[in-house]
């Protein structure tokens, strides 16, 4: 197994445990990334479609942390018809990246995706990051919630392979043909939603975490077991996992301990036969999104 330390990046130079800011205020978003940064954190993952990235960028400032030493991510929300936004073309993709960039008080962003294959002008959208990428307002360009077939069709059109694939992950949502694909591929594996197993997982009033509860059971009695015998909270767990998989890790908290504890995962290892346990709970059910009432993975409209 690969040695993981705190100091570990993937193959963009992305530190591999980053702090996600979807469903902060913008108040929350600027103190809990502050408090973020203050913990450790020096990555990032904030979203157009996340609606905090004023906060987000205030907490950037006042961690007073060299711009250097911070990995940020951002992500273009494409437009979906079927929820009446409209999708954007070339242009107004560039011209989003630089009113987010206004918005996080940033030069550039180390990382910018595709929120979601929603549109029938990804391509398009593609071509666009591929430009931004050029002119240095993104070091990285990659995408979100691309399944084989997605990341096949850019590859098909001759257009820059992404660089990175930010894909819900979890031992509920293991996929391996997609993490498979994207190894061979050299595509950076970014996991999201790694805590969903969790009965504590977007529990407040409108966060959407009660869906698919029943299904979580199963795993819980996993984790809960494994997390005990290995002295670690169920969470912590989940996020080794994750790491374990080669893949880099995204959590939120809206709370200084936690935000703590899903920091510090470097002193233990889940050993192979737990690791093979988690692994059998597999089933490539997608939680993230379903209060939302779409998998954006099997989402994609035919190509205009
Ligand atoms: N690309 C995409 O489509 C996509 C989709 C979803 C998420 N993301 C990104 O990935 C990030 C992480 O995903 P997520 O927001 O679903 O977060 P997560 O880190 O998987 O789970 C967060 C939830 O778990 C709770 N929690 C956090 N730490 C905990 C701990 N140590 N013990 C117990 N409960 C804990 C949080 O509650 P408290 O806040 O109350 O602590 C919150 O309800 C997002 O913030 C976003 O940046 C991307």
Redesign the pocket.
């Known amino acids: 197994m690969t040695k993981i330390s705190t100091s570990t990046r993937n193959g963009i130079g992305m530190p591999l445990v980053g702090f ?4 902060l205020s913008v108040d929350q978003a600027e103190s809990c990334v502050k408090e973020a940064i203050a913990t450790g954190f020096r990555h990032i ?3 157009e479609g996340y609606q905090n990235e004023e906060g987000t960028g205030r907490g950037l400032k006042a961690a007073g942390v060299s711009r250097d030493d911070l990995f940020v991510t951002t ?1 273009l929300f494409p437009g979906y018809k079927q929820w009446g936004a409209p999708e954007k073309d070339f242009q107004q993709t560039v011209d989003t990246l630089k009113k987010q960039l206004g918005e996080l008080q940033l030069d550039y962003v180390d990382l910018y995706l595709i ?2 294959p929603l549109s029938e002008l990804r391509l398009e959208q593609w071509s666009a990051l591929e430009e931004l990428k050029k002119s240095g307002l993104t070091r990285h360009i990659g995408v ?2 691309y399944s084989e077939k997605n990341l096949q069709e850019i590859l098909d059109a001759n257009l820059a392979k992404p660089e990175a694939n ?1 894909v ?1 992950f979890h031992p509920i949502c293991a996929r391996a043909d997609l993490t498979g694909y994207m190894k061979k591929n050299s595509i950076a594996p970014i996991a ?5 197993p ?1 009965s ?5 009033e409108g ?1 959407g ?1 009660e869906v698919l509860a029943e299904i979580k059971e199963e795993c819980q009695s996993v984790t809960q077991e494994i997390a005990a015998a290995l002295n670690v ?1 169920e ?1 912590k767990l989940l996020l080794r996992w994750g790491l374990q998989h080669g893949y880099a890790v ?6 200084p301990e ?1 935000i703590r ?2 920091l510090d995962l470097f002193d233990f290892e889940i050993p192979d036969s737990d690791m093979a346990r988690l692994n059998q709970i597999n089933q490539n059910q997608a939680i ?2 379903a209060a939302s009432g779409i998998n ?1 993975m099997e989402a994609a409209p035919p190509l205009n």
């Open positions: 996600g800011t979807y469903q993952d904030s979203a992500k929120h979601a979100s919630n930010q819900e999201y939603s790694s805590l969903a969790l504590t997982w977007r529990i407040e966060q975490g909270s969470a995204l959590t939120k908290s809206s709370k936690r504890e899903n993230a999104w954006p």
